[in-house]
């Protein structure tokens, strides 16, 4: 009993020095006891050693595959060679060898082209195994066609080219082929591996591209390269006038369509007067306008265009908008109304302002409704103001304005001050009229007129302060001066205000409508209008008898008339306020019916 203990014991000492130690000998151990028993080791405790040598890439036919394999006790037994084909996880056996060096051949036309993966399993004498790392390669048996795609849309001279895979040293024949799409139609367009496919000789239209490559009288395809559209015409594009003068951000718009590949974009571009270079202002798609900052850009004269592009590249050129002024300064300038009627000597005044600043006003004048315009002063600094003598130019309507100069060279002109009549004859009486309005020729009465008219405009309010020549309530007086046939005198006949003589100066009748020394008055109206004698606006004041107020019995009948004379009043203005002439003026004419 107590020597199959010490046996047991024994061999459990021998297993725990075969975990520990890494090699073995064969020597035989005893032990002995009461009863003799031997104890011995395995001949090979360790597993060979084994790699898969990589093949290369890509495999093609028939190739050899190798392990390398080794063990150093019993040896190697044999080595498996196996492969891993895509897409699967069972590995399979390609061939087993039992002599170095561990090969055999693989026929990969047995097999599907794709990624494999390759491993060796060694086993050795003592039954022992080990697998290798796995090795990948590619099996390619059968030749690819490849076409390059020119794109969706072509025009012009197009490149095309073919590639082969798995070619290997066979000699190909290549073809490049065409069809109008979806027809199967299919006709060579070049036999090389790349060639120009000049689109100009098609019509504009899709086509189906492809290539083949004959071998041995077998021919392989490339995919379909389909729907290729051919279009060798340019779009249409026309600009929309931006305007002018432009500042600030304004809108730039183009129209621009294509019957084939259709409008890929519209590029708006800009160009200064006489320059040729052209900068594009914005690129832009369907509806083909933009927003842009003329700020961004120099004051000056520009031209405009657009340029179209469809999908295949071709490009059109709208017709060009020329002469379109960029502005962006701030400008103002006015001119002063110098008054309605001009004489002598008067102030022409301008107001300007420019955000460039102001180098000079001009203050013009022309004949109204002409484009004479004559520079009456240049003025560099405010305040720009010039005196005008109006004397120099004959009397007549004259239009007036100002034109400012920027630090830029750039000019804004005025709204234009019109019709103002410049008017430098001296003012004075040019007839005294009186007309029978009632039924006795001769008498002064009721609905008789006196008329009075100057030879130019008068200022009412200078006749009668306030007064704007409307009807307006006074008193007709008539005083005698003498008998019928004594010399030049007769009745004197002036307008009363209030009991005060009106600025209308006085008239001798010349007859004694009214006994000598006597005298009579009469209710009356005066009214004043404008006429125009020889082109030129006078004023025209008439007062009209209403009835006799006093000295009823102090009027007389007369048979002749003399010509009456008008005596001015100096106190009567015009309308630039010119003092009347106190020349008399003698009626032009006699009438039938006087008084």
């Not at 003592?126 to 390669?137: G, L, R």
Request: aromatic share 6%; glycine share 8%.
């Amino acid at each position: 009993m107590k020597a199959r203990t010490l046996i047991a014991l024994l061999a459990l000492i021998v297993a725990f020095v075969a975990v520990e130690t890494s090699a073995f000998s064969t020597a035989a151990f005893t032990s002995g006891t009461t009863n003799t028993g031997t104890v011995r080791a395995a001949a090979d405790w360790t597993p060979p050693t084994v790699s898969m040598v990589n093949p290369g890439s890509p495999l093609k036919g028939a190739v050899t595959v190798t392990a390398n394999a080794a063990d150093a006790e019993t040896g190697v037994s044999s080595v498996a060679i196996q492969h891993l084909a895509p897409g699967t996880s069972s590995w399979v056996t390609i061939c087993t060898d039992s002599t170095a060096p561990y090969s055999c051949s693989w026929d990969t036309t047995l097999r599907a082209d794709g990624a494999y993966s390759l491993r060796a399993i060694a086993t050795d004498k003592a039954d022992y195994t080990t697998t290798s790392a796995a090795v990948t390669t590619t099996v390619t048996n059968t030749i690819v066609v490849s076409l390059s795609d020119p794109g969706e849309a072509v025009r012009g001279s197009v490149p095309l080219s073919v590639s082969l895979g798995n070619a290997g040293t066979t000699s190909y024949a290549v073809r490049i082929e065409y069809a109008v799409a979806d027809s199967g139609s299919w006709k060579t367009l070049c036999s090389a591996a790349s060639c120009t496919w000049n689109t100009t000789g098609f019509a504009n239209d899709f086509y189906d591209l492809r290539a083949a490559a004959t071998a041995n009288g077998s021919t392989t395809f490339s995919e379909v390269v389909e729907g290729v559209l051919v279009d060798n015409l340019a779009p249409t594009v026309t600009l929309a006038d931006p305007g002018s003068p432009l500042s600030g951000v304004r809108t730039f718009a183009a129209t621009a369509t294509d019957a084939h590949s259709g409008v890929d974009e519209v590029a708006i571009q800009y160009a200064a007067n006489g320059s040729s270079v052209w900068t594009t202002l914005c690129s832009v798609a369907e509806p083909f306008s933009c927003r842009y900052d003329t700020t961004s850009i120099s004051d000056g004269t520009y031209s405009f265009r657009a340029v179209a592009t469809d999908n295949a590249g071709n490009t059109r050129t709208s017709a060009t908008v020329a002469n379109r002024v960029i502005n962006n300064v701030v400008a103002s300038v006015s001119l002063d109304d110098p008054a309605a009627v001009i004489s002598g000597s008067v102030p022409l005044t301008a107001n300007a302002a420019s955000t460039a600043g102001v180098a000079s006003v001009r203050i013009q004048v022309a004949p109204a409704g002409t484009t004479a315009w004559a520079t009456v002063c240049t003025v560099n600094a405010a305040p720009f103001t010039c005196a005008w003598n109006s004397a120099a130019v004959a009397d007549g309507l004259y239009d007036f304005r100002a034109v400012m100069v920027d630090r830029a060279l750039r000019e804004t002109i005025s709204a234009t001050v019109t019709a103002r009549r410049v008017d430098n004859t001296p003012l004075r009486g040019l007839d005294i009229q009186a007309v029978n309005g009632a039924s006795t020729p001769g008498r002064m009465e009721a609905g008789d007129t006196l008329t009075f008219t100057c030879n130019d405009r008068v200022n009412p309010s200078s006749i009668v302060s306030g007064w704007n020549g409307s009807a307006l309530g006074v008193t007709l007086r008539a005083r005698g001066g003498g008998f019928l046939g004594m010399g030049t005198s007769g009745t004197t006949a002036d307008v009363l205000r209030n009991g005060a003589a009106v600025n209308l100066g006085s008239v001798n009748l010349r007859q004694n409508y009214v006994r000598s020394l006597g005298t009579s008055s009469f209710a009356a109206t005066m009214t004043a209008t404008t006429v125009t004698i020889n082109g030129v606006p006078s004023t025209v004041v008439t007062v009209t008898l209403g009835a006799v107020a006093s000295g009823s019995s102090n009027l007389r009948t007369v048979t002749t008339a003399g010509s009456m004379i008008w005596t001015p009043s100096s106190t009567v203005t015009d309308l630039a306020g010119v003092r009347t002439s106190t020349a008399p003026i003698t009626e032009s004419g006699t009438l039938d019916r006087e008084f």
